[in-house]
């Protein structure tokens, strides 16, 4: 069988390890050095280009809901977590006594160990699945919908991992505070301002496109972040009010390719939400389509005002 292997960035240095373990059941195997995002983003343009078998994508859990032209196999590679360690966390939710707990796919394996130990410590804890996030208390960096739809329940937020990456999806009650426990370092923090920072900068991004008149609309063949009706969707909306808008397309939205488009003034994202999060990178604003349909409302309201 020929097999590709397909690594997020962090576990890439895993690939010969893999490798030699198909290769010693006797499988041809080649690894994906393209980057990974996500299990959004299967590597099928290669699995093409060398009439792959199957695809063995290592770190993320099932995301992609259609059917795809290669079978995948997904690795979620578990990563233990010191449970004991967490009595770190308990002096900054001391005052709380319903909190919701979340992690990773990497840790997700201890998640009833995780709530455990929370609930022997007197809390009480609340957590859902959520969109494409499926096990209960696991986050994406594009799904924390399982705290979402605890909000009400909950005074407090415990996230077991490390980054801001997936911490920073939680968009919740902004008096909710939101403790990371980081995995490598063991220590606490509170990412509730580097969430703030975040939706002040999308509130900016917001603001500066009402000055804009040329549009270009990103839309990336990802297969889980393709959506040409979103893209269809926003050039006819936006040519409806006056505006100029293109529709560029790509695998791979990288910033200086798209920058070099310079005619625009602003760009409107299909794809992974969270590309937003790079405004100052692409030095102009960039709008999700949540944000698109604020902007069309700010634009309609302000034409319908009596001059």
Not at 112 to 130: N, R, Y
Not at 140 to 158: F, H, N, P, Q, T
Not at 223 to 237: D, L, R, S, Y
């Amino acid at each position: 069988m020929k097999i590709l292997i397909q690594f997020p960035e962090g576990l890439k240095q895993k690939g010969l390890e893999l490798q030699k373990k198909y290769e010693g059941e006797g499988h041809e195997v080649f690894l994906s050095a393209s980057a990974c995002y996500g299990a959004c983003d299967i590597a099928l343009d290669e699995a093409r280009w060398l009439n792959i078998d199957k695809i063995v994508h290592v770190g993320h859990n099932k995301f992609v809901k259609t059917d795809l032209p290669v079978p995948v196999e997904y690795i979620d590679y578990p990563i233990d977590v010191d449970i004991d360690s967490l009595s770190v966390v308990l002096p900054y939710v001391s005052q709380y006594k319903k909190i919701a707990v979340a992690t990773t796919v990497q840790h997700h394996h201890q998640f009833p160990a995780m709530k455990s130990f929370f609930e022997k410590a007197g809390k009480e804890v609340f957590i859902e699945a959520g969109h494409w996030a499926a096990k209960p208390g696991q986050v994406l960096g594009c799904d924390a919908l399982g705290i979402k739809k605890v909000e009400s329940k909950i005074e407090a937020v415990v996230f077991i991992g490390n980054g801001l990456f997936h911490p920073t999806a939680i968009d919740i009650d902004p008096k909710i505070p939101i403790f990371l426990y980081n995995t490598y370092t063991k220590k606490v923090s509170d990412v509730r301002s580097d969430i703030e920072r975040l939706k002040k900068r999308r509130r900016g991004s917001l603001a500066a496109a009402l000055s804009c008149k040329k549009f270009a609309i990103l839309l990336s063949t990802k297969v889980g972040q393709f959506n040409p009706g979103f893209a269809k969707w926003a050039k006819k909306e936006l040519e409806l009010r006056g505006f100029d808008a293109s529709i560029l397309v790509s695998n791979e939205l990288e910033i200086l390719p798209i920058k070099n488009f310079w005619v625009y003034d602003c760009y409107i994202n299909t794809a992974c939400p969270r590309v937003v999060d790079d405004t100052e990178e692409f030095e102009k604003p960039i709008l999700n389509i949540d944000m698109l349909k604020e902007f069309f409302a700010l634009v309609d309201s302000s034409k319908s005002k009596p001059s």
